[in-house]
T-cell receptor, first 114, second 116 residues
Framework: GENVEQHPSTLSVQEGDSAVIKCTYSDSASNYFPWYKQELGKGPQLIIDIRSNVGEKKDQRIAVTLNKTAKHFSLHITETQPEDSAVYFCAARTFGAAGNKLTFGGGTRVLVKP | GAVVSQHPSWVICKSGTSVKIECRSLDFQATTMFWYRQFPKQSLMLMATSNEGSKATYEQGVEKDKFLINHASLTLSTLTVTSAHPEDSSFYIC????????????FGEGSWLTVV
């Protein structure tokens, strides 16, 4: 099955700096890669996603890049703000006989220091 | 964006009793919903895939008789933890797949279960 690894597990940045989180996946058939932000005690919130036919996608301060050949994708947050502090999860989805379930990375705890 | 609602957001129950958690897609139909369990400071662990009108598909190691899933309509799936024990205490999260937006998956706010 699919295996997703996420790095780093924790990330501390100064307000205004950029944050980058990287994920690798194992199944070359995966074709959908969402990123979720989870605040303490709440469910994950979709912040951006990318499909395998696109190499890069941007939404204001957030961007995601995908390298299908290397099987890795990254989340970039620019001009970080204290409210960006949360746990971020990457995920990969494969459509197949087992359904189209998401496989999650281990999460990255981001702390933005004011 | 699409909204998925979970109820209750937190519940305390006694050992041996059963507790039901509801997951609703408020503004879209979801033929497929997913149930996850999350322990503190860990990632989400998929428990089962809930398909409208059919039996749920459980992940390896998840007891189907312990965690009963019913997906009776296109907007509602329920998870019932039967004969709950303290080790069942956890954060349970559901998600729903929205067909008309490229199969994007949206999550509920989660339900905290404490078994005493």
């Amino acid at each position: 099955g699919e295996n997703v690894e996420q790095h780093p597990s924790t990330l501390s940045v100064q307000e205004g700096d950029s944050a980058v989180i990287k994920c690798t996946y194992s199944d070359s058939a995966s074709n959908y890669f969402p990123w979720y932000k989870q605040e303490l005690g709440k469910g994950p919130q979709l912040i951006i996603d990318i499909r395998s036919n696109v190499g890069e996608k941007k939404d204001q301060r957030i961007a995601v890049t995908l390298n299908k050949t290397a099987k890795h994708f990254s989340l970039h947050i620019t001009e970080t703000q204290p409210e960006d502090s949360a746990v971020y999860f990457c995920a990969a989805r494969t459509f197949g006989a087992a359904g189209n379930k998401l496989t999650f990375g281990g999460g990255t705890r981001v702390l933005v220091k004011p | 964006g699409a909204v998925v609602s979970q109820h209750p957001s937190w519940v305390i129950c006694k050992s041996g009793t059963s507790v039901k958690i509801e997951c609703r897609s408020l503004d879209f139909q979801a033929t497929t919903m997913f149930w996850y369990r999350q322990f503190p400071k860990q990632s989400l662990m998929l428990m089962a895939t809930s398909n409208e009108g059919s039996k749920a598909t459980y992940e390896q190691g998840v007891e189907k008789d312990k965690f009963l899933i019913n997906h009776a309509s296109l907007t509602l799936s329920t998870l019932t933890v039967t004969s709950a024990h303290p080790e069942d205490s956890s954060f349970y999260i559901c998600s729903a797949r929205r067909l008309l937006s490229g199969n994007t998956i949206y999550f509920g706010e989660g339900s905290w279960l404490t078994v005493v």
